[in-house]
């Protein structure tokens, strides 16, 4: 019972984060179930992916209904993601097949890289969009679009991470369209990225429903929590915290 306890507050807390920050889910939650709660790595990218699947169906609902969601990007992003996931979560399997449970310690090497490059990344975040803002997309972005979907989908197929931070970086490379554009344009894509990631692990037996489960319980207040707060505190100065935060548990992973 304790135990369960706990792991609602860890939804809480993350979800809180999330809500204060937009940090994403898999980069905030991932080093937490590893390390905090000694989830296998493999099980921890399984339940991430299921996770952060249920947390972004009803803002996506909504970016749908608001009409700041672009169709056709979506679809682009899915033309490379969607196949990119079956190529990541084939990949661990294969490697579980051969390695057994030292497939962990290449999930652990995989997360840790990408929590020292998505926080470098995003430190930056603000240069890029000023660079890129009013550039107008063009029709041959397309493969570029796609070709992000990819990358991202086979990261989030191994990892859980990406569907967020990745891609929306990334993006910012060929579009330049509204915040809130970008933001639900990246929401629905990320939907369907991570459902499909969420239902090829359960089908490996990679998902801990009842982990899930109590994340979320503790996860929706908190993500109500955090947006309520988003205005009240120095949300610039959490995020370069996070962002510190974050590259040392990276590096932690790489160099334990």
């Not at 507050?9 to 979800?15: L, W």
């Not at 239902?199 to 990679?206: A, D, K, P, S």
């Amino acid at each position: 019972m304790e135990l369960i306890a706990f792991k609602i507050v860890v939804g809480f807390v993350v979800g809180t984060l999330i809500g204060m920050t937009g940090v994403g889910g898999g980069v905030l939650l991932l080093p937490v179930l590893i390390f905090g709660l000694n989830v296998p790595p493999i099980v921890a990218v399984g339940s991430d992916a299921l996770f952060n699947f249920v947390t972004k169906i009803g803002s996506g609902w909504m970016h749908l209904r608001k009409g700041t969601v672009r169709k056709k990007v979506v679809l682009a992003l899915a033309v490379g993601s969607l196949p990119g996931s079956i190529v990541g979560v084939s990949v661990l399997a294969h490697l579980r097949g051969v390695y057994g449970a030292g497939v962990n310690d290449f999930i652990r090497y995989a997360v840790g890289a990408l929590l020292i490059a998505v926080p470098a990344l995003l430190f930056f975040q603000g240069r890029i969009e000023e660079r890129v803002a009013h550039r107008p997309p063009t029709m041959s972005s397309f493969l570029g679009i796609s070709a992000i979907g990819l990358l991202a989908g086979v990261l989030v197929g191994m990892t859980s991470v990406g569907s967020g931070s990745i891609i929306m970086m990334l993006l910012l490379l060929l579009y330049s369209f509204s915040p809130k554009v970008m933001v639900g344009t990246d929401i629905v894509h990320a939907v369907a990225l991570t459902g499909l990631t969420a239902l090829l692990h359960f089908r490996l037996g990679n998902v801990d429903f009842r982990l899930v489960s109590a994340l979320l319980i503790g996860s929706i207040p908190g993500g109500i929590l955090g947006s309520h707060l988003s205005t009240r505190v120095p949300v610039p100065w959490l995020r370069r915290i996070l962002y510190a935060l974050l590259l040392a548990t990276g590096a932690r992973m790489l160099w334990a």
